[in-house]
């Protein structure tokens, strides 16, 4: 079963390859936005689908990713590949110093102080002379769709693996335990302190550089745009419709919520504005664990999985 599931794996991974060589230039450009939003929804189920903590400060990763690319193009005149390190550094740090006092937080008070962070980020950005301030940067043109489709392939592909390792390393482990008892892991001697941070530093390196290559990607960069606490949302819903702490069930989530949210603003653009809050209503309700519990679950449960989840949801 595992060696078919290779298999499957490696002919999803040469199919979604050849896209840019057969498929057409607005097929090419819809597949870089969908695989950057995987990447998203892969790196926030780190800290969000297995530590069980409700990040909404991914964003402020996915920002801190574009202006140390911009920066380091732009003010410093460096090539593309140090940008993304610097903006990798620049998430680390970040995830670190306010890692701690955040993630001692729980709940809805951990949502709320990272959904703060978003908007301070964008006050700060904006007086920094080195950022571009209000006005932003504008990056050196690269039209080169199928380089920035095989980046944002690559990437996805290193983010799931990593997904893959968790589920079956000590870290991964400790992570799930955080998720189901934080209390009762600590008990166990898992160091929840330094194990929350680590998974706020690695979701936010995942972040960084798929904001790095987007920001190359669009030439364009401002605080608004960079920190869109929107783009935070987007990927708490990919990953909670296909399924939180899973290995695939983020990746799915992006892709059909992307095609789906795609033909919806091309056909009946005022509708593609509600489609994603409809989504989280029918997929806490119907669904609360995601496309992948309901592919796990249907063939046993029926219709009957939904009329449950409807009950428990006191509808």
Not at 20 to 37: K, M, T, W, Y
Not at 88 to 114: D, E, N, Q, S
Not at 118 to 138: D, K, P, R, Y
């Amino acid at each position: 079963m595992t060696a078919l599931r290779i298999v499957i794996a490696l002919v999803v991974i040469a199919a979604l390859a050849a896209v840019p060589r057969f498929g057409s230039d607005v097929l090419v450009q819809f597949g870089i936005n969908a695989l950057l939003l995987a990447v998203l929804a892969q790196g926030w189920n780190i800290i969000g689908g297995y530590a069980g903590y409700a990040s909404f400060g991914n964003s402020v990763f996915y920002g801190l990713g574009s202006y140390g690319v911009a920066i380091a193009m732009v003010q410093w005149e460096l090539p593309f590949a140090a940008g993304l390190v610097f903006g990798v550094a620049l998430a680390v740090v970040f995830a670190f110093l306010l890692g701690l006092p955040v993630l001692r937080l729980k709940g809805h008070y951990f949502a709320i102080a990272t959904l703060a962070l978003a908007q301070v980020m964008i006050a700060i950005v904006s007086n920094i002379e080195l950022a571009g301030q209000n006005i932003g940067l504008v990056l050196p043109p690269l039209n080169n769709d199928p380089l920035f489709y095989e980046l944002a392939l690559g990437l996805l592909v290193l983010t799931t693996l990593t997904i893959f390792w968790l589920t079956r390393s000590r870290f991964g482990f400790g992570l799930i335990a955080i998720r189901e008892n934080e209390e009762g892991a600590a008990v166990m001697g898992v160091n929840t302190t330094l194990y929350k941070v680590l998974a706020f530093a690695l979701s936010g390196i995942f972040s960084a550089l798929a904001g790095g290559i987007h920001a190359y990607w669009i030439t364009f960069l401002d605080p608004e745009s960079a920190f869109d606490i929107s783009l935070n949302v987007k990927m708490i819903i990919m990953a909670v419709f296909g399924g939180p702490g899973t290995i695939l069930g983020p990746v799915v989530g992006a892709f059909t919520l992307s095609a789906v949210s795609e033909v919806l603003s091309s056909e009946v653009t005022s509708v593609a504005g509600l489609f994603f809050g409809i989504v989280v209503v029918a997929a806490v309700v119907l669904m609360p664990r995601g496309l992948a519990d309901v592919v796990r679950r249907f063939r046993k449960s029926g219709w009957r999985y939904f009329i449950e989840n409807i009950r428990a949801n006191r509808i």
